[in-house]
């Protein structure tokens, strides 16, 4: 089956991707190491035997430029219902690594994925298929070629969440500190008894950022076609 099946059905705010069975397999059984708090993804004990039965996995990057849309996953869902067979179902995986080994993006040195299509305004999503795919990865380097010499992220990072010094390079739990723009926003639509149940909630997640570092001019989607082709990958 080609992966074009997928591609007309999610249409232009989507971008698709995919990992044959041998690459999850990697994904899951080495701690492919990625600086973030999903780094190391265990497959839920209920969940074990429908891992196993997958033949690979559609990586869908979703453009998303709200801070907050909890509703992407199910709006790829229904427009994929045509598509998918029975036994194909959204999965929980390191969504980044996944989408750097499926060729959809480069690493930035915010840690997040710049996706090809959508710059950093996107959120990742993955199927689990029953079925193989017909897709050729496309050849990318692996991190954003202007970030050496930028770094702006980590001069507006008000969380102080990035350490050159460490490996890790970035302690999202910092980010948890800031509430930054969007969550008052976000906030200011509640009540006090269900802010609090959001911030709770948003910190267990890792949810609560001020995006300060999602929003830096260099690498925004205006300047795709540029980064693009510095990069000079083929996508
Ligand atoms: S702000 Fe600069 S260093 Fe940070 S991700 Fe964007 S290009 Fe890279
Ligand atoms: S979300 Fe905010 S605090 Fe967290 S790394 Fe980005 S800029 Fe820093």
């Known amino acids: 089956m080609k992966i074009d099946v997928y591609e ?53 990057i979703a453009y998303s430029p709200a801070a907050y849309d909890y509703t992407v996953k199910k709006r790829a869902a ?10 194909d179902r959204p999965i929980t995986i390191n969504f980044k690594a996944a989408a750097l080994l499926a060729g959809m993006g480069m690493r ?26 017909d897709y050729r990865a496309p050849t ?34 910092k980010c948890s500190e800031i509430i930054g723009p969007p969550i008052r926003t976000e906030m200011a639509k509640n009540t006090d008894e269900e802010n609090e149940e959001f911030l709770a909630y948003g910190k267990r997640r890792g949810l609560i950022m001020c995006r300060e570092c999602q929003s830096c001019a260099p690498c925004s989607l205006e ?5 693009l082709d510095r990069a000079g990958g083929q996508t």
């Open 140 to 173: 990318l380097p692996e991190y954003l070629p202007i970030c050496a010499d930028c770094l702006l992220c980590h001069q507006n990072c008000p969380g102080r969440a990035f350490d050159l010094e460490s490996e890790e390079r970035f302690a999202p739990e």
């Open 8 to 60: 007309d059905a999610l249409g232009r705010d989507y971008q698709v991707g995919y990992l044959s069975r041998a690459q999850l397999d990697h994904l899951l059984t080495n701690e492919v190491f990625y600086y973030d708090n999903f780094a190391a993804h265990t497959v839920l004990p209920e969940e074990q035997s429908y891992f196993r039965t997958i033949k690979g996995v559609l990586i869908v």
């Open 223 to 227: 300047n795709r076609e540029q980064i």
């Open 78 to 87: 229904d427009a994929l219902l045509g598509t998918l067979g029975p036994g």
């Open 108 to 133: 930035g040195y915010n840690t997040l994925v710049w996706s090809t299509r959508f710059a950093f305004d996107c959120k990742i999503l993955a199927f689990g298929l029953s079925q193989k795919l």
